[in-house]
């Protein structure tokens, strides 16, 4: 098993851009969700999805949207890049088990928006 | 909203010595989970835990789920320089959709 995926690693864009962060898992986990970590404020939960065709808002949902055509995949999507999007991403997905929830992180993509 | 407390933020200790942190929550949780996460990397699981009064052992690495189920503790022996990295604490509660997160605890080795 690959485990959580994430491309790109590195990206940078210009104010106004947008761009797809990929996700993808191979574990047929249910449940996937979108962080941002930034210095200071820790991980931050953007968007998740319990299933596919289901997605609900995180914490910091503006400026993000999302889908999940399928359960292996959980794009994330910025509409119009801004500065204040420059953060770390990371894509989690994670199963129930005794009643608890086990979950696993994918390696990060690093965005700078100029 | 649910609170976790992390503690210490910091750490500096020698190779070969113990390392303990813990959590604390202000609600009672049905999971721990302890990440460690390296610098540039995603964070990685260590340990998960589901039941008040559970120890479970990784290697060199031992967590324990509170028995009020509000808190957690890792516990790191023998320490090695591979053992740097920032540790941090996760939980649900059975009524909540998602994990809360710790404020993590920055472990250096010194040689």
């Known amino acids: 098993n690959a485990g959580v995926t994430q491309t790109p690693k590195f990206q940078v864009l210009k104010t106004g851009q947008s761009m797809t962060l990929q996700c993808a898992q191979d574990?047929?986990?249910?449940?996937m969700s979108w962080y941002r970590q930034d210095p200071g404020m820790g991980l931050r939960l953007i968007h998740y999805s319990v299933g596919a065709g289901i997605t609900d808002q995180g914490e910091v949902p503006n400026g993000y949207n999302v889908s999940r055509s399928t359960t292996e995949d959980f794009p994330l999507r910025l509409l119009s890049a801004a500065p204040s999007q420059t953060s770390v991403y990371f894509c989690a997905s994670s199963y129930s088990k005794a009643g608890g929830v086990t979950q696993y992180f994918g390696p990060g993509t690093r965005l700078t928006v100029l | 909203g649910q609170q976790l407390n992390q503690s210490p933020q910091s750490m500096f200790i020698q190779e070969g010595e113990d390392v303990s942190m813990n959590c604390t929550s202000s609600s009672i949780f049905n999971t721990w989970l302890w990440y460690k996460q390296e610098p540039g990397e995603g964070p990685v699981l260590l340990i998960a835990?589901?039941?008040?009064?559970e120890l479970t052992s990784n290697g060199r690495l031992t967590a324990q789920f509170g028995i009020t189920r509000k808190d957690s503790f890792l516990n790191i022996s023998a320490s090695i320089p591979s053992d740097v990295g920032i540790y941090f604490c996760a939980g649900r509660s059975g009524s909540a959709r998602q994990l809360t997160f710790g404020s993590g605890t920055q472990l250096t080795v010194l040689p």
């Open positions: 574990m047929n986990h249910e449940y």
């Open positions: 835990l589901y039941k008040a009064g």
